[in-house]
């Protein structure tokens, strides 16, 4: 009898711990990443920089380089940088905007990629897409998987609260996007896929329950292995789709509409993911996703986002062009402009306060 069965892309490695990044060089050639040392490390200008200082020492051969933000300029920049040197591998250090542009970057010179985050902030540590900001806002690029993460908890510690927090939300709303895919896949016939749907869902299901919190090596280890489930979830299917519904529509809204706005991405996408729930009528999980953002110091409400109802509306009604041809709860209702009045006050109503 033949074994039907497929190849998932994953990292080789991943590494979660205090003290990992000591063991970077170790990790490196022992899994035969690179025997000869020479590396294309891409850092921030901010943390990355300062663990400069920290890995060089132990990194004689390596190359470094700056990655002037998340830009598609700057990928292609560190591209074009990376290009003219022979390494065996680049290892990105930095947040999400840095790991994005280094792993745009490798792919265009053709090299594989270690990526070290210094946040959780957002699913991109290991997966298969990179968001870059472009001349037209921003856009979400085919990249292949990193081959290992590390991601050492004590260095994680040093980040902002909130970045951590917000990776938090980013993990959450993977169980409204698996929803508007299952509502798609019933009413427009689009390719449903199980087991990317269990990987996202998981990584949701993982966070929704937990007492403890970001003050808790625990609690940091299963958002960060639920951030890699995010990956492979997207690696499986090749697309955003497993962990990218009407809650990610209206985060790109908010970018387009209110630059200006300091929200992060998963602060946006996690209220999003309890508003399309809520929109959905699916009042149990909506009340668990509310409560679990607000546990966590998260937005629940468009005005702790900075953002009037009247604001809210606006994104509301721009959202499904950010993604022309997916299929959400917002397509799906397709609601006028009085009717997402009447609803984000209804939200708003019943979870304030």
């Known amino acids: 009898m033949p ?35 020479r590396l294309a490390v891409a850092v921030s200008t901010g943390s990355g920089a300062r663990l400069r200082e920290r890995l060089a020492p132990a990194m004689p051969d ?7 933000g998340g830009s598609l300029a700057a990928a292609v920049d560190l591209a074009d940088r990376m290009g003219a040197g022979n390494y065996d591998a680049v290892v990105g250090i930095g947040g999400g905007r840095v790991l994005d542009a280094t792993k745009y970057a490798a792919a265009r010179v053709g ?16 997966s298969p897409v990179s968001i870059l900001d472009n ?6 690029y085919g990249v292949p998987t990193p081959i290992a993460l ?22 959450l709303s993977n169980l409204s996007s698996v929803a508007d ?5 019933r009413e427009t016939g689009e390719a449903f896929d ?22 808790d090596n625990p609690f940091l280890v299963a958002l960060t292995e639920g951030l890699v489930l995010s990956g492979i979830a997207m690696s499986v299917t ?11 529509e209206i985060s790109h809204a908010i970018d387009l509409l209110f630059p200006e706005r300091d929200g992060l991405h998963g602060e946006q996408v996690g209220l999003g993911a309890a508003f399309c729930t809520y929109l959905r009528g699916d009042r149990g999980l909506a009340d668990r996703l509310a409560a679990s953002l607000d546990r966590h110091q998260l937005p629940v409400v468009p005005e702790q986002l900075g953002l009037t109802a009247d604001e809210f509306v606006d994104v509301l009604e721009f959202a499904p062009s950010t993604r022309p041809g997916r299929y959400t709860i917002l397509e799906h209702l397709g609601l006028g402009r009085d009717a997402l009045r009447d609803a984000v006050a209804d939200y708003v109503d019943t979870y304030s306060g």
Not at 62 to 68: K, L, Q, R, T
Not at 113 to 126: E, K, M, P, Q, S
Not at 135 to 140: P, T
């Open 150 to 171: 590390i991601v050492d908890l004590a260095v994680i510690r040093e980040a902002p609260k909130r970045f951590v927090r917000s990776g938090i939300g980013e993990a």
């Open 111 to 126: 090299l594989p990629v270690v990526a070290v985050a210094t946040n959780l902030a957002h699913d991109g540590i290991a």
């Open 181 to 185: 895919w299952e509502l798609s896949a």
């Open 3 to 37: 074994i039907l069965t497929r190849l998932v892309p994953a990292p080789l490695t991943v590494d979660i711990r205090p003290g990992a990044l000591d063991d970077l060089t170790t990790l490196l050639s022992d899994r035969r990443v690179s025997t000869s040392g």
């Open 194 to 215: 199980g087991l990317a749907a269990a990987f996202s869902r998981t990584a949701g299901e993982s966070l929704l329950y937990r007492p403890d919190t970001v003050e």
């Open 135 to 140: 001349d037209k806002g921003r856009g979400s």
């Open 62 to 68: 390596a190359e470094w380089f700056g990655v002037d």
């Open 238 to 248: 090749g697309t955003s789709r497993p962990c990218s519904g009407g809650c990610h």
